[in-house]
């Protein structure tokens, strides 16, 4: 039995088995590791609240969900992925000193970007230069592990053809199985 745990957080509009999560998890998977996948409570909340509080927010959802988490009973540690909203457990991440993968982190928030610069184990960030939430520099800046999409939105969409999109898609795989196997299951 592998000691390998894949904790899968969503981001605001759609639940842990949306594609890009899906295949970061399906990498993790792949190389032995249980999935968790985490389904956000009452996520309309969130329309009524100010951005500051959804750091404070997927915090205790995160610890509503995965109790676990910050007394891991086994061998091993968690490796979190997270998509957009999800990136403000990158506290926890620093927290814990936990390896992440985080797809299209929220880099205009403060909460996130100090969880990130806190962190001590290592994590991917992947965006797209058409995203808002996006921002090259501090990307580079946080860490070396960086997938950076020309011209993908927030959902890691390109221009054109849906098959230009989906190979995006793979990218992000390859990406995050190369991760997995070159710095956290080195």
Do not use: C
Request: aromatic fraction near 6%.
């Amino acid at each position: 039995m592998s000691s390998r745990e894949a904790v899968i957080l969503p981001g605001g509009q759609n639940g842990p088995h949306a594609p890009l999560l899906m295949f970061a998890g399906d990498a993790a998977e792949q190389r032995g590791a249980q999935l968790t996948p985490v389904h956000w409570e009452g996520p309309e909340q969130l329309r009524t609240k100010p951005p500051e509080e959804f750091g404070p927010w997927v915090v205790s959802q995160l610890d509503r969900a995965v109790p676990s988490l910050r007394s891991p009973a086994g061998p091993g540690t968690p490796l979190l992925i997270g998509k957009s909203l999800a990136s403000h457990a990158s506290v926890v991440a620093a927290e814990l000193a936990l390896p992440a993968v985080w797809l299209t982190p929220v880099l205009t928030s403060e909460w996130v970007v100090d969880g990130l610069r806190r962190a001590t184990a290592p994590f991917l960030l992947v965006g797209g230069t058409a995203d808002a939430l996006w921002d090259s520099g501090l990307a580079r800046e946080l860490t070396p592990y960086v997938l950076e999409i020309a011209a993908a939105d927030h959902g890691m969409y390109v221009p054109g053809r849906l098959a230009a999109s989906a190979a995006v898609l793979g990218e992000v795989a390859t990406a995050v199985e190369d991760f997995l196997d070159r710095v956290v299951w080195a």
